[in-house]
């Protein structure tokens, strides 16, 4: 079953009420980054392409590696698959990530029935290709396909922005920062945009693209 899905600000701005209601902490965190982003793009190929480029680099890093890949053709599906291994290199990509997204354009995803799937059922049909793991799949579960109740844990800005917002001793782990964000629920993906907005003012970083 779909849950709730965040179309417009109105609906991060719901979800942002219900979660300060409920937890102070939030509360002082969006007096302070005042109101979030809507963080929403189209789905579809290109989307998780981007969320691969992304892996493991800095927001500045993934910025200048898409450009490179916009400007030599190769973002859509079509264009992968007729790239050279020396313009996926050429582009910016590692000779991994240009694996990784040789993999994505040959795996048949279906991403119009991705639409109507639940959470779990997008994330694990993405785990299944080569290259996307979970945080990936959430990421692009949360801003691709708007799903409200989607959290990614393993994101080291979330986990550093609530270990910051919450006062907590060190950094939580992915697996206690999923429980930790059960309490969320039904608006993680709002939690989720309150941590990245209270990182990048508490640290003075972009947290996400």
Request: hydrophobic residues 55%; charged residues 25%.
């Amino acid at each position: 079953m779909v849950g709730r899905i965040i179309q417009s600000l109105d609906c991060v701005a719901e979800g942002a009420a219900w979660l300060a209601a409920r937890e102070d902490r939030f509360a002082q965190a969006l007096a302070l980054v005042g109101d979030l982003p809507l963080r929403r793009h189209d789905d579809g190929f290109t989307a998780l392409l981007d969320a691969i480029v992304g892996q493991q680099v800095s927001v500045a890093s993934a910025n200048a590696i898409w450009a490179r890949m916009e400007a030599a053709g190769v973002i859509s599906q079509a264009g992968i698959l007729a790239a050279r291994d020396e313009d996926l290199r050429g582009a910016g990509l590692s000779r991994q990530k240009a694996r990784y997204a040789r993999a994505l354009a040959a795996s048949g995803i279906d991403f119009i029935g991705l639409r109507g799937k639940a959470d779990e059922a997008v994330v694990a049909e993405l785990v299944a290709v080569p290259g996307i793991g979970r945080w990936t799949a959430e990421i692009y579960a949360m801003f691709a396909l708007g799903r409200a109740d989607v959290f990614a844990p393993g994101d080291l800005a979330l986990q550093e922005g609530a270990r910051v917002l919450f006062g907590l001793e060190a950094r939580p782990s992915e697996k206690a920062l999923r429980a930790m964000a059960e309490a969320w629920s039904p608006w993680r993906a709002v939690a989720a945009r309150i941590l990245w907005a209270y990182y990048h003012v508490a640290k003075s970083r972009e947290g996400i693209r």
